[in-house]
């Protein structure tokens, strides 16, 4: 007697002979009507391709789940190996089409783009070494949990991820939070590091416009405990020093403190539960007009309008140490202990950005709130005031409204958040940090805009050489001295073709921007010389060739 698993395996083999077969028929007719055009044989295809399919489709799956263990893998194999059988015949006539783009809200960086990007981040972690900072990295995404609650009316956007079965997970919103993370996790006290990475951001695009949801931000942060406002105030040397160097345009850098706010709120009669609302309202000044703020807070946060009126009276206030004084003279702010402790801290804060001669840039700003709940005291943010700063284009939407058609538009910004770490920490140790982000993207764009209507070529390689000839049957030599040049260090290039002409070669040269040509003949060879040639201005010059690397390295010192 046969068992039943047995029958059933017959049977399954049974199907494949017929499979098989029809496969073979179908491959033949196949390659018959390709060659020949023949109707006849594509009708006879399809309905060979049609039978199989559907065949194998249906049947196989059932027959696996009540087949014994030993032959599943057999058959999932026969399957695997039909269904791309039938992907290959359908791709005769039922080709896939692809819609071509990138996911909304993301895009690609072509190799002119990354070139300015790259120069843009060399000058930045140029700046954060010379600082002594390290680097970290952490995943991309995190437990939902531990973004959750960071944000403020910003949580919205926490991109969340499909449940994969198990955690719970969404895609970072920023670095500061993974980075307090990482402390925590690891028990770190004391770090000064940088982070250069791509955050996610459930934005709409469609409605602002110039904003992305996946894009780099850039960080800085000091953790530790020390005396007050010296990683401030580093932090701040540091946008100073990064917006100057990419001279990007006349640019301020906005000060204020989270305890300044708070205390402010208390002593205008916001009630303690609403003051993490009313301020990210009060964050919308740079945008919006006063009036339109005076609105929000009435209308909707519900505040009385005497108390927006209050309000109104400070957050107008900007200055330097002189309105740091007159402040911690205020009869009615001087109340408030939070207050007072903000505005002695920006003193000194402002004593030390003194000495680091950057005060004609630096105001205090009671209006500067930023949104982010976790921030605890000093805050800032640079924005660029040169009135011709180029408008971000979006190549994907057409010209930009972004939001520097409304304010010049920020283009860093942080603070100090010493409760974030101690938020992770089970037994709610304090980490106190202080660090800046500095807004890559828009500095991205406005590199790109610049780059666009300058004369100035972006190269996207960095070729110091072309390896060229004039002659024929030279493409030996080339090599030869090609990979000399590369194991001595020389960025160079050659041409892959046997008898290239040296027009060509020469053109490549100029489409890419390489500023020198080794040309090797049949004298040169025999001279023990190469003619090295300066593509801008033609000039040739025979260079012994011991002497060529150095020559080389000389004249592209500063290519
Ligand atoms: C080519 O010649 C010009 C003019 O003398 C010079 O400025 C440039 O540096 C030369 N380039 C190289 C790579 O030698």
Redesign the pocket.
């Known amino acids: 007697m046969i068992p039943a698993d047995g029958l059933k395996l017959i049977f399954c083999f049974g199907l494949n002979i017929f499979c098989w077969s029809g496969a073979c028929v179908s491959f033949f007719f196949f390659f018959f009507c390709t060659a020949k055009m023949n109707t006849l044989g594509l009708v006879t295809l399809r309905v060979c391709a049609g039978l199989m399919g559907r065949r194998t489709l249906h049947v196989l799956p059932r027959l696996q789940r009540s087949s014994s263990g030993m032959t599943i893998p057999q058959i999932d194999e026969e399957v695997a190996r039909l269904l791309q059988l039938k992907a290959q015949l359908d791709g005769d006539d039922g080709k896939q089409t692809f819609v071509l783009k990138t996911p909304k809200g993301t895009r690609d960086y072509n190799p002119k783009q990354m070139a300015i990007r790259e120069k843009v981040f060399n000058t930045i972690f140029n700046c954060f070494k010379r600082h002594g900072a390290e680097t970290i990295d952490t995943p991309v995404f995190e437990l939902k949990e531990t973004l959750t609650g960071k944000y403020g009316e910003d949580s919205k956007l926490i991109y969340d991820l499909k449940d994969q079965g198990g955690e719970l997970l969404s895609l970072r919103y920023d670095l500061t939070v993974p980075f307090a993370r990482y402390l925590a996790m690891n028990k770190i006290t004391n770090i000064k590091r940088y982070h250069i990475a791509k955050v996610y951001r459930r934005d709409n695009p469609a409605m602002t416009r110039g904003r992305y949801r996946e894009f780099y931000q850039c960080d800085f942060d000091i953790a530790g405990q020390y005396d007050p406002m010296i990683p401030d105030a580093e932090c701040l040397k540091i946008v100073h020093e990064i917006l100057s160097e990419l001279e990007l345009g006349d640019f301020r850098i906005k000060v204020n403190d989270r305890r300044i706010l708070d205390g402010m709120f208390a002593v205008c009669g916001v009630p303690d539960e609403k003051f993490r609302t009313v301020c990210s309202t009060v964050d919308k000044l740079d945008k919006l007009p006063w009036e339109e703020v005076k609105n929000e807070m009435v209308k909707e946060k519900g505040l009385p309008e005497e108390v927006a009126d209050q309000i109104g009276g400070y957050v107008s206030l900007q200055g330097g140490m002189d309105l740091v004084e007159r402040l911690l003279e205020d009869p009615k702010l001087s109340k408030s202990s939070d207050a007072v402790a903000g505005l002695k801290d920006i003193k000194q804060l402002f004593v030390y950005l003194q000495l680091f001669r950057i005060t004609d840039k630096v105001a205090f700003d009671l209006s500067l709130a930023r949104g982010l709940d976790y921030y605890t005291g000093v805050i800032y943010e640079a924005i660029l005031t040169q009135a011709g700063v180029p408008q971000t284009q979006d190549p994907q939407n057409g010209p930009g409204v972004e939001e520097a058609s409304v304010s010049v538009g920020s283009i860093a910004g942080g603070g100090r958040y010493d409760g974030l770490v101690g938020m992770f920490d089970p037994k709610g140790r304090k980490v106190p940090c202080v660090g800046v982000s500095i807004g890559i993207e828009r500095i991205f764009s406005i590199m790109e805009q610049k780059a666009e209507t300058s004369a100035e070529k972006v190269r996207t390689t960095e070729t110091q050489v072309m390896v060229a000839s004039a002659q024929k049957n030279l493409l030996e030599e080339r090599l030869k001295l090609t990979a000399e040049l590369w194991d001595a260090g020389v960025k160079a290039e050659v041409m892959y073709k046997k008898n290239p002409k040296l027009l060509s070669q020469l053109q490549h040269c100029e489409d890419t921007g390489i500023?020198?040509v080794a040309i090797l003949g049949e004298q040169e060879l025999k001279d023990g010389v190469v003619k090295l040639r300066?593509v801008?201005?033609r000039?040739e010059l025979n260079i012994p060739r011991d002497s060529l690397i150095e020559e080389i390295k000389k004249?592209?010192a500063d290519?």
């Open positions: 500023p020198l300066n801008t201005t000039e004249r592209t290519c």
